[in-house]
């Protein structure tokens, strides 16, 4: 199974230009309570960022402008893909760490979260997440 999972907006417009709108309702498009909405912008050259994973919160990651790389891991597996679409957004369940690299001078990174922030969740250390994820040393 694929950690890459996307979820298209729809967008709307007219000569005048585009929309997306992110409704709470019965129909959707994000597929959990939006708690805290954050966007990461002017991530200068060569910086990476994330390099955590979350207990519970999940999230959706929109490139509104411009593009970054996103790697996701769940312990078993690594995978990476390109954000550069605003009418796609990566979701990101809990317990999968995430390294955003490559940002575009103009990349705008949209993050919706389940949960307002919690230090307590997060788990800042690989070697920590891969214990939780990954808890038995399989030797022979």
Request: hydrophobic letters at 40%; a negative charge.
């Amino acid at each position: 199974m694929s950690l890459v999972k996307w979820i298209n907006f729809q967008s709307l417009g007219d000569e005048r230009g585009s929309l997306v709108a992110l409704e709470i309702g019965m129909e959707k498009a994000v597929p959990f309570d939006i708690k805290r909405v954050y966007y990461i912008y002017h991530t200068g050259q060569g910086v990476s960022r994330g390099f955590h994973a979350h207990k519970n919160l999940k999230q959706v990651a929109i490139c509104v402008a411009g593009s970054c790389r996103m790697v996701l891991d769940d312990g078993n597996t690594r995978e990476e893909t390109r954000l550069s679409c605003p009418t796609k957004g990566l979701l990101i369940e809990s317990m999968i760490w995430r390294e955003m690299h490559d940002f575009s001078e103009d990349c705008v990174l949209l993050v919706l979260a389940s949960e307002h922030y919690d230090e307590r969740d997060y788990i800042r250390c690989y070697a920590d997440f891969m214990a939780k994820v990954v808890p038995y040393d399989i030797r022979v």
